[in-house]
């Protein structure tokens, strides 16, 4: 079946490292991945995402790196925030029942102290 | 552009009433639209997908008699969970996605039934 988990739950940083999330995906034929920020109480948050025939991509102090070898995905956030906390999910896209879903990984809550 | 809002942000039913949830896209014609659910520190699982004019798509599990859910323009659907019990409690996050295949997500609906 298809899943897309996370490695851990929790990350806690002080303000100003960078922050690596991890997530692990099963479905070796999947090909485009989207990474969200979901503040409390609010939506997901779309901050990058990167296709199977990348293996780096990179936006404003975050970058997305892709291991099709070992079915893995990280995001690294440079200088983080205090702003910067929320849960973060990785997200996979599948076809499924005739149309494209999005299938979400289990999230990792970033905590950045000051 | 591309934002999405949902009505009410928040609402509390009793037991045994249904309540109507709301999801608009704004500024762009959304051809379909995502339900999803979040319980507390969990992810974001897909309840059903709806495409304008037709009916709504539910992944397993789901029971489409009790979440009815009806896209009847091109810019709102609409989530009417039926019958409520305080296992519905959740937070509803609905999605629209238009020509291009990325889903913009609303802010999201608490519901809390006692």
């Known amino acids: 079946g298809e899943s897309v988990g996370l490695h851990l739950p929790t990350l806690s940083v002080q303000e100003g490292d960078n922050s690596i999330i991890n997530c692990a995906y099963s479905?070796?034929?999947?090909?485009?991945f989207i990474w969200y920020k979901q503040e409390s109480g609010k939506g997901p948050q779309f901050i990058i995402d990167?296709?199977?025939?990348?293996d780096k991509r990179q936006g404003q102090r975050v970058t997305v790196l892709l291991n099709k070898t070992v079915k893995h995905l990280s995001l690294q956030i440079a200088a983080t925030q205090p702003g910067d906390s929320a849960v973060y999910f990785c997200a996979e896209k599948v076809w499924r029942g005739g149309s494209e879903k999005l299938v979400f990984g289990k999230g990792t809550k970033l905590t950045v102290n000051p | 552009g591309a934002v999405v809002s949902q009505h009410p942000s928040w609402v509390i039913c009793k037991s045994g009433t249904s309540v109507k949830i709301e999801c608009r896209s704004l500024d762009f014609q959304a051809t379909t639209m995502f339900w999803y659910r979040q319980f507390p520190k969990q992810s974001l699982m897909l309840m059903a997908t709806?495409?304008?004019?037709?009916?709504?798509?539910?992944e397993q599990g789901v029971e489409k008699d009790k979440f009815l859910i009806n896209h009847a323009s091109l810019t709102l659907s609409t989530l009417t969970v039926t019958s409520a019990h305080p296992e519905d409690s959740s937070f509803y996050i609905c999605s629209a996605q238009g020509d291009i295949s990325e889903q913009y997500f609303g802010p999201g609906t608490r519901l809390t039934v006692t």
């Open positions: 990167i296709r199977s025939n990348m």
């Open positions: 709806s495409n304008e004019g037709s009916k709504a798509t539910y």
């Open positions: 479905n070796s034929a999947s090909d485009y």
